[in-house]
C-alpha cells in the first residue's frame, strides 16, 4: 500500500467512528429483514449476485445463527435501520468435518437504503467489520462483489484489498493486523457510543409522542 492509501484508510477509520453503528439482536431480525426488503431489484442483485424473492430474503434472515454471526446497524434519527452488514465467520476446516476450530475467514456483506447513500455509512460499516474480525482473532475479510458495483468496488480499493476478478464477479479479500489494545477499546467505544445514540434517539421520539399527545408544541 502506498503512503497515499495508508493515509486513506486512516481517514477513513476516523471518519467511521462518527457514524454510530450498533451491533443487532435476534429480536432485531425482523429490522433487517425489513431493510433487505426495502432494496429494489437491481440493489438486491448487487448484493446477494441475485435479485432474491422476498421469500428468499426472509429464509436468509430466518437462517443467520445470532450466536456466530454478527450482524451491524445504522439507526437514522426516526429509528429506521439505514444500512447493515453481515458479518459471517467461517473456519474452512470446519467446513470440512473438523468443528470446533476457531474461524479463520470472515465474509461480509453490506448494503445501505438508497436514501442513506454516499454519506459514508458503507465505509464505516466496512471498517467496524475489519475491526470486529481482528479482535475475534481473524484474519481474512472476504467480500464478494459484482465488478459493476462501482460503490463496492471502491470501498474495496479505499482498504486496500486484494481483487480477483472472474465473469463480471469481484472476490476481495484483505488481511486484517492482529487485535491490539486499540482495536479492543475502539470497538467497545463504538458499541458503546452507539447504545447511546440509539437510547438517546428514542428518548427523543417517545418525548415527541408525549408533546403530541398533551398537544404541545413540537419544539423540533
Ligand atoms: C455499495 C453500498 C453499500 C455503498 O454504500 P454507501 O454508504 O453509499 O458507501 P459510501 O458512502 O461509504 O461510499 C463508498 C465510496 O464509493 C464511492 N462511490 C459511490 N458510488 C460510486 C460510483 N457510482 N462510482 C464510483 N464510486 C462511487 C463513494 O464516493 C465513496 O468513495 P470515497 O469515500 O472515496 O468518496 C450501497 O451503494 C448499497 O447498499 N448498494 C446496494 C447493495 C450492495 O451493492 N451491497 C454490496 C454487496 S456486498
Redesign the pocket.
Known sequence: MTLDERI?VRL?AARALAIPIKELSLEDRPLYAKHLLE?GA???Y????NPLSDETIVRYVSGIDFDRATVFGVFDDNLKLV?AGHFAPHSIEAEAGQADLKPTTAE???????E???????????VRASTHARNLGIANLF????TQ???????AR?AGMEISYSAGEADAYVTLAPADAASVIREAMQEQIALFDFAFKQQVLNSRGLMREMRLPDAA
Not at 448487487?46 to 449476485?49: E, Q, S
Not at 467480500?143 to 459484482?146: D, F, P, R, T
Open positions: 486513506r477513513d432494496l437491481k440493489d438486491r448487487l448484493r446477494f449476485g444500512a461480509f456483506g453490506l448494503s445501505v437504503a438508497e442513506a447513500r454516499g454519506k459514508g455509512m458503507g465505509t464505516a460499516l466496512f467480500m464478494h462483489c459484482l458495483n462501482k460503490a463496492m468496488m471502491r470501498i479505499k
